[in-house]
């Protein structure tokens, strides 16, 4: 148990549903991140929030729109997407101060897209 | 640019082997290292970390020196068991700027 949980586990869509991935830090961290881990590819950093504000966007297609209401809640809203985006999305949260930062990671939402 | 480089996997040894995973990394200011664990179906977990050169980060068995004049930062354990069967990623920080290796695929039989 790390201090992020991540809602669903699990989740297949087709390519025309409208679905949102949930995260959420219980560990008082300020920053928050969007993860995407494909099969044989590196880890994809799609989207940093520091303090609510968006920071990052790492050339991620709108088809993936990001949401921060607040400092321990982060969304992922998915619509129209592609097979390709069949990944594992992992959110993490840090305590970003500009110093030294360590993540931690949630399980995961493994997303097929049929 | 920062970057992280380890060695390719996938690594497979016998139950109570000797583990080295190795890691070097490429900075512009003075890093964090980390080493993350990845089990089947899971999302990445701390194992260790060092802050500055010369620290050892331990856990689990697992060891890693940073290593300044090296550049690296190589992952060892000295019996390592079937439940250590995941995927190691190598990472640093550096302000604020996180990177992550490839990940190294670890497979331990009995």
């Known amino acids: 148990e790390t201090g992020v949980t991540q809602t669903p586990r699990h989740l297949v869509m087709g390519m025309t549903n409208k679905k949102s991935l949930k995260c959420e830090q219980h560990?008082?961290?300020?920053?928050m991140y969007w993860y995407k881990q494909s099969a044989k590819k590196p880890l994809e950093l799609m989207f940093v929030?520091?303090?609510?504000?968006?920071?990052e966007n790492n050339s991620v297609p709108s088809r993936f729109s990001p949401e921060c209401p607040n400092s321990s809640h982060l969304f992922l809203h998915l619509h129209t997407l592609q097979p390709e985006d069949s990944a594992l999305y992992l959110c993490?949260?840090?305590?970003?101060?500009?110093?030294?930062?360590?993540?931690?990671f949630g399980p995961g939402t493994r997303l097929l897209v049929l | 640019g920062n970057s992280v480089t380890q060695m390719e996997g996938p690594v497979t040894l016998s139950e109570e082997a000797f583990l080295t995973i190795n890691c070097t990394y490429t900075?512009?200011?003075?890093?964090?290292l980390f080493w993350y664990v990845q089990y089947p179906g899971e999302g990445l977990q701390l194992l260790l970390k060092?802050?500055?050169?010369?620290d050892k980060g331990s856990n689990k068995g697992f060891e890693a020196t940073y290593r300044k004049e090296t550049t690296s930062f190589h992952l060892e354990k000295g019996s390592v068991q079937v439940s250590d069967s995941a995927v190691y990623f190598c990472?640093?920080?550096?302000?604020?700027?996180?990177?992550f290796g490839a990940g190294t695929r670890l497979t331990v039989k009995p």
């Open positions: 993490a949260s840090s305590v970003r101060l500009g110093g030294e930062e360590t993540q931690y």
């Open positions: 900075a512009t200011g003075y890093p964090s």
């Open positions: 990472a640093l920080s550096d302000r604020s700027d996180m990177r």
């Open positions: 560990l008082g961290h300020n920053a």
């Open positions: 060092a802050t500055k050169a010369d």
């Open positions: 929030y520091n303090f609510k504000e968006q920071t």
